[in-house]
């Protein structure tokens, strides 16, 4: 899984609680994503950053920030967990190609149920 | 924004038959197409990715095609092997864009 692991694997946890999601890198790559995977939906972007400190929104970024303070970590955070956004969580890493497109490479994904 | 739509959804083959994909884009200025193949509780990985200034690239018995004018793309697994079951995704992106938009995906099962 190209140098990227994610914390935790799986979770359980009650509507209205914080929950926060990491994913660590060790390919020093300067973007990093989150997306989620729901059936019939594909995988759809939620937050990226394209640098230390510097972030943007993705397609469905409502109910989730994120944060990063160091090149290797990028947290994903879910303020008031819904049961909406009960999914399958991936990061991704990227490092722009000779050609310039950046191919994403994906991490092992993390399990959220909001009960 | 892009649009990425997968077809077909499920595909069964007989160990040894060819597999073909097809996805279709709408965003006129995507330059970057890769597939990925994600198997059962794994993240998804890449296979093969073309570029819009190529036709066609292989690798062993993967081909991908692409055809700018009509905005398709298309994933050719030939000889296929059951470890080939999988689900494959198609996305779309332009060459200095954030954003992958990745199609719904298609689980394939090749039967032995």
């Known amino acids: 899984d190209a140098g990227i692991t994610q914390s935790p694997r799986h979770k359980v946890t009650e509507t209205g609680t914080p929950v926060t999601l990491r994913c660590h890198q060790t390919?020093?790559?300067?973007?990093m994503y989150w997306y989620r995977q729901d059936p019939g939906h594909g995988l759809r972007l939620i937050h990226y950053?394209?640098?230390?400190?510097?972030?943007d929104k993705g397609e469905v970024s409502d109910g989730y920030s994120v944060s990063r303070s160091k090149t290797e970590d990028f947290l994903l955070t879910l303020e008031s967990a819904t049961s909406s956004q009960t999914s399958v969580y991936f990061c991704?890493?990227?490092?722009?190609?000779?050609?310039?497109?950046?191919?994403?490479?994906f991490g092992p994904g993390t399990r959220l149920l909001v009960l | 924004g892009e649009n990425v739509e997968q077809h077909p959804s499920t595909l069964s083959v007989q160990e040894g038959d060819s597999a073909v994909i097809k996805c279709t884009y709408s965003?006129?200025?995507?330059?970057?197409f890769p597939w990925y193949k994600q198997e059962l509780g794994k993240g998804p990985q890449l296979i093969i990715d073309i570029r819009s200034n190529v036709g066609e690239k292989k690798d062993q018995r993967i081909a991908v095609t692409l055809n700018k004018t009509a905005k398709h793309f298309s994933l050719h697994i030939t000889e296929t092997q059951p470890e080939d079951s999988a689900v494959y995704f198609c996305a779309a992106s332009r060459t200095h864009g954030q954003n992958f938009v990745f199609g719904p995906g298609t689980r394939l099962s090749v039967l032995p």
């Open positions: 965003d006129s200025a995507s330059n970057y």
């Open positions: 390919e020093n790559h300067r973007y």
């Open positions: 991704a890493i990227s490092e722009t190609t000779s050609g310039g497109a950046k191919t994403q490479y």
């Open positions: 950053s394209y640098g230390v400190k510097d972030t």
